[in-house]
């Protein structure tokens, strides 16, 4: 594990504008840098980078956080990966913490593994290029399918030679183990001791992980050895698990993300073709069933997967078990066919960039319909086959965790087969094993709750938007003042000579966290939103034991959730000046003048709300009650707006005070 001093001084060293800029194009805007989001599709700016902060936001998808963030978004890095990429990019010494020995040597094991693997990748790709059986076989059978250069070494495309032992004596030569290359199935040794190499006389495509280490391989043979495998994939290993590896996530993963949609396709040759062809948003299932395990892989990515089909109807019927497992995720299915005789690799080298964009925009089907125009020309009008059609089409519908898309499938298979929708639903209900009058019971209460939001009148929606922002205003005080100090005016009630109670102003000085902590906890004030509520105490008790706020140490500590809004907020001012709105001679006031007044009102506003809601809820209560046992709630309700003139009054005051 990666102490907790490495962490820290990669955080001190790393420099978010010079990281994001490896990945992004950024230009000078003020202090800060903005350039073209990299999850989206955009003609204008709409991403910010602040070096003073050290935080970046994207306000076209509303991503945002530290330089470690951001790696875990684009570069979808676990945090470690990201810790360890920054460290080697600053030449930081990775400190980690005491493991067992068993520890180290499965990591040291681990490592040794990866090594031999980065080692054969190198040797086949070299072999393809540079000898004369590399480049008459193998460099030639992916010239004939269309490759070029760049997609070749992309894709690190190699070939290893028809020989028994020509990839482990070079291996073994070079000082790698034997036990290693037999542990990564490079090396097969017999029961006599003699060893020869697995993927002998094969052209070779390198299967790398989401990060890009390089983790197995999958091989074709060229010839017609009917007793060979026309395709070999590394066996099972401490770092290839092929259930959850899927073949070219590494070169997809950017794209997925920003078109947020994964084509999923069965091979290796249909992934880089598409590739070649301007489709990156694609990955194959390595030559296994689709997995639980891939799917989430792809979760992780984009909740959407549309999975391309060759014309082959028997190879459609086996593949449409994979969209159940799919749903079962809670994603998001469509299915594409190609035309008979074509899959995606003949497909995309035939058709242009755009035919083809066109092709799979226009041609895929959600899976409702594709399964029900695929099962239906197997049903052939026969009721009883046309029963089991439904009834498969429901079984599919109900591996969907989602209600509400479970109903709108049930409402569009009801549609297509032309079938009640009260048979699917009951059908639906005995498949998910719920009491039917109970599923409807959920769902009219749920079809009510949705009306009574939909018809909701607009004040209410106003009200709730108030709390939000003033809310939303305290947790920005707090980060981006929090720790300054500043002099705060009281209206303090005293008795003059005369004995009459009159105002008077006292000022104190507070630090902004201490003024906004005691002036809530004298009116017990919690706030509504749980996030902002969450949020609020870990700053409180930050500043309680720091006084000292550090952007770069406090997102650390942030889940992805927390960092984005703390990031959102932080970001706020820098968002105004993607509307370069000085160049229009239109000049935004900052809030750093008048801080004090600023934290005052905001206090105030809040107080004021909250004072009205009660005094709404005694009215409310008034009306309810007899006339004989109203008279202490009137009571309250006149103090209660006494308070408020008093609140208002004060604003009145702090505002003449500052102007």
Not at 154 to 181: M, N, R, V
Not at 532 to 548: A, G
Request: glycine share 6%; hydrophobic share 35%.
């Amino acid at each position: 594990m990666i102490t907790r001093e490495t962490i820290d001084k990669v955080f001190e060293t790393a420099r978010v504008e010079e990281v994001i800029g490896d990945f992004v194009q950024l230009k000078r805007a003020g202090s800060n840098f903005k350039g073209l989001s990299p999850f989206s599709d955009e003609r204008s700016p709409s991403f910010m980078v602040s070096p003073v902060k050290q935080i970046w936001k994207d306000f076209s998808s509303g991503k945002g956080g530290s330089v470690v963030t951001f790696l875990m978004e684009h570069e979808h890095f676990t945090y470690p990966e990201a810790i360890r990429y920054l460290a080697n990019k600053y030449n930081i010494e990775i400190e980690e913490t005491e493991v067992s020995q068993e520890d180290k040597i499965e990591a040291n094991e681990k490592e040794s593994m990866y090594l031999v693997s980065e080692f054969a990748k190198s040797y086949f790709h070299e072999t393809l290029l540079n000898t004369e059986e590399g480049k008459a076989i193998g460099l030639s059978y992916f010239k004939e399918r269309g490759f070029t250069n760049e997609t070749i070494a992309k894709f690190g495309l190699g070939y290893s030679p028809e020989s028994w032992d020509a990839f482990t004596k070079e291996a073994l030569g070079k000082g790698y183990q034997l036990e290693f290359l037999e542990k990564v199935g490079l090396t097969i040794t017999r029961e006599d001791g003699k060893h020869f190499d697995r993927f002998k006389g094969r052209v070779m495509f390198p299967i790398q992980s989401l990060s890009g280490r390089n983790l197995g391989f999958g091989g074709r043979i060229l010839t017609n050895d009917k007793k060979a495998a026309k395709y070999l994939n590394s066996p099972e290993s401490d770092i290839y698990h092929k259930s959850k590896v899927l073949y070219g996530i590494f070169h997809a993963k950017q794209a997925i993300a920003k078109q947020n949609n994964c084509y999923l396709v069965e091979g290796y040759t249909d992934v880089i073709q598409l590739h070649q062809a301007g489709i990156e948003n694609v990955v194959a299932s390595s030559g296994t069933a689709l997995t639980p395990d891939q799917i989430r892989l792809i979760n992780r990515l984009t909740k959407n997967i549309t999975v391309l089909f060759d014309g082959d109807a028997a190879g459609l019927r086996a593949s449409v078990r994979g969209i159940d497992l799919i749903l079962e995720e809670g994603m998001n299915v469509k299915v594409c066919t190609f035309p008979d005789g074509d899959d995606p690799d003949s497909f995309a080298r035939k058709n242009s960039y755009e035919d083809l964009v066109n092709y799979l925009e226009n041609n895929a089907k959600d899976f409702i319909q594709f399964k029900a125009s695929l099962l239906m020309n197997e049903a052939n009008n026969d009721p009883i086959k046309k029963a089991d059609l439904i009834r498969d089409m429901v079984v599919s519908i109900s591996k969907i965790p989602d209600r509400i898309k479970r109903e709108i499938y049930v409402q569009e298979t009801a549609r297509i087969m032309d079938i009640s929708e009260q048979v699917l639903l009951n059908t639906l209900a005995q498949l998910v094993q719920k009491d039917i009058s109970e599923a409807g019971k959920k769902l009219k209460q749920e079809q009510t709750a949705f009306e009574v939001v939909k018809n909701e009148p607009q004040i209410s929606q106003e009200k709730i938007d108030i709390v939000y922002d003033l809310e939303r205003k305290i947790l920005e005080m707090l980060l981006l003042y929090g720790s300054l100090e500043a002099d705060f005016d009281d209206y303090i009630l005293k008795a003059n000579e005369e004995g009459e109670m009159t105002e008077e102003k006292e000022t104190n000085t507070f630090k902004v966290f201490q003024r906004i902590y005691l002036s809530l906890q004298e009116d017990e004030v919690e706030l509504a939103n749980p996030i902002f509520r969450e949020i609020y105490t870990d700053l409180i008790n930050y500043y309680h034991q720091t006084e000292e706020f550090n952007i770069e140490h406090y997102l650390m500590q942030l889940s992805p959730e927390h960092s984005q809004m703390v990031t959102d907020i932080l970001m706020s001012e820098e968002k105004e000046l993607l509307h370069n709105w000085e160049t229009k001679h239109i000049y935004v006031k900052t809030k750093t003048q008048n801080v004090s007044q600023y934290v005052s009102e905001t206090i105030i506003s809040l107080r004021e709300y909250l004072i009205n809601k009660l005094i709404l809820d005694l009215m409310n209560n008034f009306k309810a009650e007899e006339e004989n046992d109203s008279t202490e709630i009137m009571a309250t309700i006149n103090d209660y707006n006494k308070l408020k003139v008093s609140l208002t009054n004060k604003i009145g005051r702090i505002r003449s005070t500052y102007l």
